[in-house]
């Protein structure tokens, strides 16, 4: 049997209307629960993300050139080397 929400979206179960009223009222604390714990795991997320961004970018500045830069990440840390990806001009410099 379909999960639920497969049926819903598929338009093969349908509710009355007591029961639209009590699945949006559960729908409605489900997703407002989700989102709040997405934008809180986001918060943490973020912040690591600019801290380990700081810190590259001081090490970068510290060693003095992309020559030195590039040999450092790949020997001394666990990120990737890859260049940006296209399109993406954010936070890259």
Do not use: N
């Amino acid at each position: 049997m379909k999960p639920e929400y497969e049926r819903v979206l598929a338009g093969e179960q349908r509710y009355d209307d007591h029961l639209k009223s009590q699945k949006l009222d559960e729908l409605s604390q489900e997703a407002t629960q989700c989102h709040l714990a997405v934008k809180e795991q986001f918060r943490g997320t973020l912040e690591y993300a600019k801290r380990a961004g700081d810190a590259l970018r001081v090490a970068k500045k510290i060693l003095g050139g992309r020559s030195k830069w590039g040999k450092w990440l790949g020997d001394e840390t666990t990120g990737s080397r890859r260049r940006k990806p296209p399109g993406l001009t954010c936070g890259f410099r």
